[in-house]
């Protein structure tokens, strides 16, 4: 299972959503798929409608940057550390 | 009319009237970007369209005046859908809606860059692309649908005939005008007369820029647009349009446009300096109205700021009924007129850039 954490920005839409969560998956996409099933319409707030990370959103595997933006088929290990944030554009 | 919607880069702000004076009675999404406010009139169900910087566009009803907003999962372009060769068209900006008519209780058109067109069956809770209009060969030809300020073209503008809701007027920024008899199963470019001066033929039939299109609700024959190029009307349901710009004055550029839908020779428009400059003339606010179907514009000036203005009023920030009109602009003023235009209040100075005024 990996850990993730999230942005907060994320809780003025999702109200119920956990700082933390741990989920199954062996890439990024994988762990995407768990996170919609738990919250429905979350998954459309990180990835444009072609499953591409969407531009200002940014995923760290274990402090590095996923290098696949487009199909999010970055590996993910257990117990890695999965932090989804916004990226600071506009200064 | 009860309220004022507008909406703005930080917020969707109503204004109430309470007694004689318009206040602010509520803010609904503060801080986040409202790109689209539309009331659909047949439920008074309010429609706004959010554009996070970060997480894309958002879609948001209220049927109880914004006491509760619900969430709609946003339209989706089919996959195999193309915004030009080898690109895949994603969803880019909601741009504009309509209902579908009094007699489809239930439908809605959207208007969306790049350039799809979607309907709805179902109140909102899904749309889906007019495939239509996306395959329409002129579409598909990138030299007669392009951006215009914008990477990708968008329909800003949709209009159902008040008579007949199988006939529906779109218009596209750039493209042009363009209508369907048949409830959306074929269209046709309805673009005659119009100007294209940015093309080596400004007499193309698709590659218009239409900024806003607005068709009298008590003679759908009649149909004013504000175009990049000059003010055009039509009498004959688009069939030909006349160049009613003001070439003595200063009606002629701008966005936003007026009408008054029980008399199709009055409207309202807000010229700004060209395209290459993009400020009030003479920086000094000025709504410009003819009675006369286009043959003359009257400056309206009264209760205007007329020193300093760096105000543009875009295409979806000016809204009128009866003889109330209400402009928001890019400075952040809303102005009120509650005889026509004769005479204007500010109600607002300190607002954020106001992209859409509706009235409830």
Known sequence: MAKISFTSALKRFFPDLKEELHLPGTKVSEIMTHLEKQYPGLTDYLVDEDGSLRKHINIFVDGQLIHDRQNLSDSIKENDEILIFQALSGG | MKKILVGTTKGLVIFEQKATAWKIAKVHFMGLPVSLVYVDERTNTWWAGLAHRHWGQKLHYSTDEGQKWHSVPMPKYPKDAEVKLGKRATLKKIWSMSHAGFDKPGELWMGTEPGGLFHSADNGQSFHLVESLWNHPSRIDENQWFGAGRDFPFIHSI??????????????????????????????????????????????????????????????????????????????????????????????????????????????????????????????????????????????????????????????????????????????????????????????????????????
């Open chain 2, 159 to 360: 209009a159902v005939n008040p008579r007949n809701s199988d006939h529906v007027y779109i218009a596209v920024s750039c493209a042009g005008v363009f209508e369907t008899k048949d409830g959306g199963k074929s269209w046709n470019p309805r673009n005659k007369g119009l100007i294209a001066a940015y093309l080596p033929n400004p007499h193309v039939e698709v590659g218009h820029d239409p900024h806003l299109m607005l068709v009298c609700q008590s003679n759908p024959d009649v149909i004013w647009q504000q175009n990049h190029c000059g003010i055009f009307r039509s009498e004959d349901a688009a069939l030909s349009w006349e160049n009613v710009t003001d070439s003595s004055g200063i009606a002629d550029y701008g966005f936003a446009l007026a009408i008054d839908h029980q008399n199709p020779e009055r409207a309202w428009v807000i010229p700004a300096v060209s395209d290459e400059v993009r400020v009030a003339h003479d920086l000094a606010l000025c709504v410009c109205r003819t009675e006369d179907g286009g043959k003359t514009w009257q400056p309206l000036r009264n209760g205007l700021p007329q020193e300093f203005c760096f105000d543009i009023v875009f295409r979806h920030a000016l809204a009128n009924k009866n003889e109330i009109l209400v402009f928001g602009s890019t400075t952040g003023n809303l102005f009120l007129s509650q005889d026509a235009g004769e005479h204007w209040q500010c109600l607002s100075s300190n607002l954020a850039r106001i992209d859409y005024v509706a009235l409830a």
